[in-house]
């Protein structure tokens, strides 16, 4: 059997600044890894981390659609809930709070509850 511990999937974001995408989700305990432009003034693809967690940017339109919706898992979402001035919900499944980045991406970060 082959073995699929290395892989992984990676959503992208379109974004339309990717420095202050970069900035955002760096309040999220993300921090960026790689820029890559085909040519200086070119639009950038940005990859960023948190521990296994990767999201690429990119500023190309087409790449990705506007109002995408990921979903983060952390192990204390009250300190997220904190740093962006919101209550996390108490949901069935998880403790909760949604965001939107500066291109109006939707971030769920919860805690599960059990």
Known sequence: MTRMDDEE???ILYV???AAAVGWYGRLGF???WVHRFEPGFPAFVEVARGRVKLFMSEHEG???PDTLIYLRVREVDSVAREFGVDAQELP???EV??????GNRVRVATPTS
């Open 63 to 65: 790449d990705a659609r």
């Open 9 to 11: 999937i990676i959503p």
């Open 98 to 103: 949604e965001l939107r980045d500066p291109d």
């Open 93 to 95: 499944w998880a403790r």
């Open 16 to 18: 339309t600044d990717a």
């Open 31 to 33: 921090a960026e890894q």
